[in-house]
């Protein structure tokens, strides 16, 4: 008798461990794509030549957010402030990875294009990198944050 509960019990945590491991080779890891499109970034943080400039932004355009669509489509939306009362509370871009999905190409919606090197992005994060982003030699780093 003891040894078929012993028995039991080792067929108990082998189906247990089965189980477990099934589950975690099951949970496909992220692509970009699914990092960037899952929800929408509002810019936290703006440095030139490494040094902040977030805070001289004016409140109406802090609380702006870019929702990247599967679609390759970006909606810009100006959130609760906004800065011109007259303009659209959403307007839309396009958006595209680059240099094998090392660089993100934004094309806001009045048609300018900036591309920087994804530096971080993950689920809470985006940062974004240009060494020429106001003229040659003038470095830029975007930072984005999940919200």
Do not use: H
Not at 80 to 97: N, R, S
Not at 112 to 118: A, H, K, L, M, Y
């Amino acid at each position: 008798m003891k040894s078929l509960s012993t028995y039991v019990l080792l067929a108990a945590m082998a189906v247990l461990t089965v189980s477990c491991k099934k589950d975690s080779e099951a949970t496909p890891s992220l692509t970009k794509t699914d990092l960037l499109t899952a929800k929408s970034w509002r810019l936290t943080d703006v440095k030139l030549g490494g040094q902040s400039f977030y805070a001289f932004l004016d409140d109406c355009d802090k609380d702006d957010f870019i929702k990247f669509n599967t679609n390759k489509s970006a909606t810009y939306d100006q959130g609760a402030l906004k800065c011109d009362q007259t303009e659209p509370q959403t307007a839309t871009g396009t958006w595209e990875f680059t240099t094998n999905e090392t660089k993100l190409k934004i094309t806001d919606p009045a048609g300018d294009v900036e591309e920087g090197t994804i530096t971080t992005l993950n689920a809470t994060s985006l940062v974004l990198s240009d060494p020429n982003y106001g003229g040659a030699g003038v470095a830029a780093e975007l930072t984005y944050t999940a919200r």
